[in-house]
């Protein structure tokens, strides 16, 4: 019998603090057909770890392919393996509640296509994850700068604000100067550029966001203005290829900080992607751990650091960095499809270590709004079975678990993040 809790958890709208959904033109136009809706997301590295065949994987995402049943046939035995997983618990959630199917079966799938163009009709995006996946918001990094309101939905759809590429230590003095008129010719007037930048987007922007970590490490260093100077020199006039790894991490380095110091200035949370890396293959353990940026961390002690992914497979080292840092958030967004188990039990470790209000309960982190929607209802569940074990167990009462569940889900990202702030600023620019 469903409980007051789990009444609760699933009435109260959950705050979607990341992902990198498509536009709505995108989902109209270029949208996915069924075998692409259930498995263009983060399910394919299962897959492929499984032992689907390239060529196998490539015909499954091939919609010019019009038999459905035979594309979906050379990954099954994949399937079968991967579906226990959590990213393949969340493509049977999407099945059963986007298309009515409890098993996924190649019959069944070629009857179910029909669905998907009912779907990418105008509105229906916003409907799957406003209404079904009862979502307040969603806060999206699409990967550049520009924060623009968004009119399939102006205090619904929210963007970060894009900082990976400074942190990188690639400077593009042409997009900048498109940007902000400000050519960017020494360290001075890239300053320039990074704060019109902000100047320009920040107010409609309700965070920065840079993920990194997926081409350097994050380990931070302190930069003084001539070696940054002197890097910077070597980026705007030697071929890139020339250009040494240690010379993009100092220009890096720089960068991060001064993107940090703009996003004080204009209060704005700073999302940093740690820990696990998407896709197959290539993940240097030693770059993602959130303890690399200790340095970071007490140098700029009035930043809001968002550290994202639980930093999985470094858990336990991301609660102490919480319990010990006064400028550090938390969110599972992503994880509870990386490891549903472990992002449960990380949630309880949590509870007993930091203050609860310094972790944020969901982002799905994909493209698709069908794919958010059922990790949306994949992070619900985890989070009643995580509040449920510590009632039994006997640390709260239902009802303090009902006061956590509000904590986690909405009430930290409001306080968080400036979200009405920054829709006043997106109406009034709109």
Not at 348 to 377: C, E, L, Q
Request: net charge negative.
């Amino acid at each position: 019998m469903a409980t007051d809790l789990t009444h609760h958890i699933q009435a109260t709208p959950l705050v979607d603090t990341h992902e990198h959904l498509r536009k709505e033109p995108d989902w109209l136009e270029n949208g996915p057909d069924i075998l692409q809706d259930l498995f263009g997301n983060y399910v394919p590295a299962d897959l492929q770890t499984a032992g689907a065949s390239p060529e196998a994987m490539k015909r499954l995402m091939d919609a010019s392919d019009a038999d459905i049943a035979g594309r979906f046939g050379g990954i099954q035995e994949a399937w079968k393996a991967t579906q226990f997983t959590g990213y393949g618990e969340a493509v049977g959630l999407i099945g059963k509640h986007v298309y009515g199917l409890d098993e996924l079966t190649g019959e069944g799938l070629a009857s179910a296509q029909a669905k998907i163009k009912e779907l990418r009709r105008p509105g229906e995006r916003y409907r799957l994850l406003h209404d079904v996946a009862n979502l307040d918001h969603v806060q999206t990094d699409d990967f550049c700068w520009p924060c623009l309101p968004d009119s399939s939905g102006l205090d619904f759809f929210l963007y970060d604000l894009s900082w990976a590429g400074f942190c990188n230590g690639q400077i593009d003095g042409k997009q900048i100067h498109a940007e902000t008129g400000i050519e960017v010719i020494d360290l001075a007037t890239l300053k320039q550029g990074m704060a019109a930048i902000f100047a320009k987007y920040a107010p409609c922007a309700i965070a920065v966001k840079s993920q990194h970590a997926y081409s350097r490490t994050l380990n931070w260093i302190e930069r003084s203005n001539g070696e940054a100077s002197a890097a910077l020199d070597a980026v705007l006039k030697k071929p890139a290829e020339e250009i040494s790894v240690e010379t993009h991490l100092c220009l890096g380095d720089w960068c991060w900080a001064r993107g940090l110091e703009l996003s004080i200035e204009h209060n704005l949370p700073f999302k940093i992607h740690t820990g696990y890396y998407a896709g197959n293959n290539r993940m240097p353990v030693s770059r993602i751990p959130a303890g690399n940026m200790c340095d970071l961390f007490a140098r700029y002690l009035d930043a809001k650091f968002v550290l994202m992914h639980i930093a999985y497979p470094y858990n336990d080292e991301l609660v102490a960095l919480a319990k010990h840092y006064r400028n550090i958030w938390v969110d599972l967004c992503w994880a509870w499809s990386i490891d549903p188990y472990s992002s449960r039990d990380f949630l309880r470790r949590f509870i007993h270590a930091v203050p609860i209000n310094k972790i944020f309960a969901f982002g799905g982190d994909t493209g698709w709004p069908t794919s958010s929607m059922a990790y949306a209802i994949q992070a619900r569940n985890e989070i009643r079975r995580a509040l449920e074990a510590e009632v039994a167990d006997g640390y709260m009462t239902e009802k303090d678990a009902m006061w956590i569940a509000t904590r986690i889900m909405r009430d930290n990202q409001f306080d968080c993040f400036d979200v009405e702030g920054t829709r006043t600023s997106i109406r009034q620019a709109a």
